[in-house]
């Protein structure tokens, strides 16, 4: 009998839409203060800017709501895709702040979002990070090493010429 793993359902909701596209605008709109480089958001940022755009458009989307919440919507989003597909681009791409000891302590306990063992902190702006975003293509002879251009060593070969 073979083990049968559950598919990811990757299909947002069309609120997980909406939400993933003012987290998007929110992330262009984080001053620097709120950021790590360019591309990396401070989750707490990100939310407090969400709050901003919604407060000043009359926005609904975050009525209600906590940065508690919110880190549970992006926990979950960072599963899903555009178009549910396992290649489509992903909703939003977590990562965790490596370099603590230069950054804003309270930032980064803010944004600390745990998860299974995996601990995230930002999210990356979708507007300079477009590979992470960018919909995903399976490639076989990307995913496997062409030994025939040497990309690969030979088992108990040696590198200097015979």
């Not at 993933?20 to 929110?26: C, D, F, I, S, V």
């Not at 984080?30 to 940022?45: E, L, M, Q, T």
């Not at 599963?79 to 549910?84: E, Y």
Request: charged share 25%; proline share 4%; aromatic share 4%.
């Amino acid at each position: 009998m073979t083990a049968v793993s559950p598919r990811l359902d990757r299909i947002p909701s069309h609120n997980d839409l909406e939400v993933a596209r003012l987290a998007h605008r929110a992330a262009a709109n984080v001053p620097a203060a709120g950021r790590f480089g360019d591309r990396k958001v401070f989750i707490a940022s990100l939310w407090a800017t969400m709050q901003d755009i919604e407060a000043h458009t009359g926005g609904t989307l975050t009525r209600g709501a906590t940065l508690e919440h919110f880190k549970a919507w992006l926990l979950r989003s960072r599963l899903l895709t555009a178009d549910g597909t396992e290649t489509s681009a992903r909703l939003v791409v977590l990562c965790r702040a490596d370099l603590v000891a230069a950054m804003d302590p309270t930032l980064v306990a803010a944004s600390e979002t745990i998860t299974d063992g995996a601990v995230f902190h930002f999210a990356l702006d979708p507007g300079v990070a477009r590979e992470e975003y960018a919909p995903r293509t399976r490639s076989l002879e990307s995913a496997v090493p062409n030994i025939a251009l040497g990309r690969v060593g030979r088992v108990g070969g040696s590198r200097r010429a015979a």
